[in-house]
């Protein structure tokens, strides 16, 4: 009786290391996905803002950002994702940070925690992400 009773503490020690095990991997994952972006908006966009970024911009611009933020980025486009209502990216209200790095790091890793925002880090580089808040601010100051 007592090997029986050693095995089943035996099994439940190890289902509750289990358990514990995946809640930690889920904390860290909830935890890395909603993480603050304090650096972030201390970064300075090390691509200057000229012509030819500009337009570099509202080239990489058009390719991945327009189906979903609308040709002049006044956001919910044709092609946006049922029910996520992509923002306008030309006004003065900014929900996810206004400051170019935060910019920069919401276009390259994506907006949790859902991600309708998806991450364009695999797509683009980041001098063309820098490009496109270029693009953005150029458009803001019309």
């Given at each position: 009786m007592s090997r029986i009773v050693s095995r089943?503490?035996?099994?439940?020690?190890?289902l509750i290391a289990a358990?514990?095990?995946w809640l930690?991997?889920?904390t860290v994952a909830v935890a890395?996905?909603?993480a603050p972006k304090n650096d972030a908006a201390k970064m300075k966009n090390p691509?200057?803002?000229?012509?030819?970024?500009i337009a570099a911009g509202k080239t990489a611009y058009n390719k991945y950002c327009k189906f979903c933020h609308n040709e002049d980025a006044t956001g919910n486009g044709a092609l946006a994702p049922k029910d996520?209502?992509?923002p306008n990216l030309i006004d003065a209200k900014w929900d996810h940070g206004s400051t170019d790095g935060e910019i920069f790091t919401n276009i390259k890793d994506g907006i949790g925690?859902?991600?309708d925002m998806k991450a364009m880090k695999a797509k683009m580089m980041d001098t063309d992400i820098w490009n496109v808040v270029n693009y953005l601010r150029s458009l803001a100051k019309k």
């Open positions: 089943i503490n035996v099994a439940h020690a190890g358990a514990a095990a930690v991997s889920l890395g996905a909603q691509v200057k803002s000229t012509a030819e970024s996520t209502h992509p925690p859902k991600f």
